[in-house]
Structures are given as structure tokens and as C-alpha cells.
Nanobody, 126 residues
Framework: VQLQASGGGLVQAGGSLTLSCAAS????????MGWFRQAPGKEREVAAA????????YYPGSVKGRFTISRDNAWNTVTLQMNSLEIEDTAVYYC????????????????????WGRGTLVTVSS
């Protein structure tokens, strides 16, 4: 699966931004998806994850209640809606996929994600 992320940019704290990831060249519906982020000088971390079927989602505590991940299996896309953005959300955001045996499988760590899109930069200013 080839992934292409878009939608990053500069936004003021408290604002919103929507990231999109388009998949091609593989069986999108057989993959669990994740959004990851990497801030300068920090390790890459999960921002959100969604199961193959879209019915199960995961958010770490730092973004829970502010970010929403969704997918459209008809259009092979996954979206990350980010609200109430904080300066600490500044990072390069990546979408990634991991083959999943079952529709409900969800993967909440970076381990095993094997296809990655190019990152898109999100900068939150004060």
C-alpha cells in the first residue's frame, strides 16, 4: 500500500486542522491504519489508530477528546480531524498501515506498521 498524506500547515493554538491520507496500490480494507507524529528531538509516537473496519479507534491521552480518526473504505482514505490544537501538537504527522487479520484488529504502537506515507508538517503557534 502506498500512502500519501496531506493537509498540514500553520494554525494558531485552539484552532483546527484536518489531515488526509490517500492509499493506493494495495488492499486498503485489509489494513489497520494509524496516524503518528514526530516532534523535533522526540521519538515518533502514535496520535490515533483505527481498525480495518473502522469500528474501533484508539487515542493516547494527550489527544483524546481533541482528535478524531476516521476512514472511508470506499475511497481508500483515512482522515485525522484535529481540534483545540495545542503548541505541543507541533510535529510532522505520518499515516501508516499494517495488515490486519480481522476487521476489529487495531494496533496502538509503532511496531509492525510497514507502509508509511511522507509526513506532513503541522505547526501550532501561540
Amino acid at each position: 500500500v502506498q500512502l500519501q498524506a496531506s493537509g498540514g500547515g500553520l494554525v494558531q493554538a485552539g484552532g483546527s486542522l484536518t489531515l488526509s491520507c490517500a492509499a493506493s496500490g494495495g488492499s486498503f480494507t485489509m489494513n489497520s491504519m494509524g496516524w503518528f507524529r514526530q516532534a523535533p528531538g522526540k521519538e515518533r509516537e502514535v496520535a490515533a489508530a483505527i481498525s480495518r473496519g473502522g469500528g474501533t479507534t484508539y487515542y493516547p491521552g494527550s489527544v483524546k477528546g481533541r482528535f478524531t480518526i476516521s476512514r472511508d473504505n470506499a475511497w481508500n482514505t483515512v482522515t485525522l480531524q484535529m481540534n483545540s490544537l495545542e503548541i505541543e501538537d507541533t510535529a510532522v504527522y505520518y499515516c501508516a498501515s499494517k495488515w490486519a487479520r480481522s476487521r476489529g484488529d487495531i494496533f496502538t504502537t509503532i511496531v509492525g506498521y510497514d507502509s508509511w506515507g511522507r509526513g506532513t508538517l503541522v505547526t501550532v503557534s501561540s
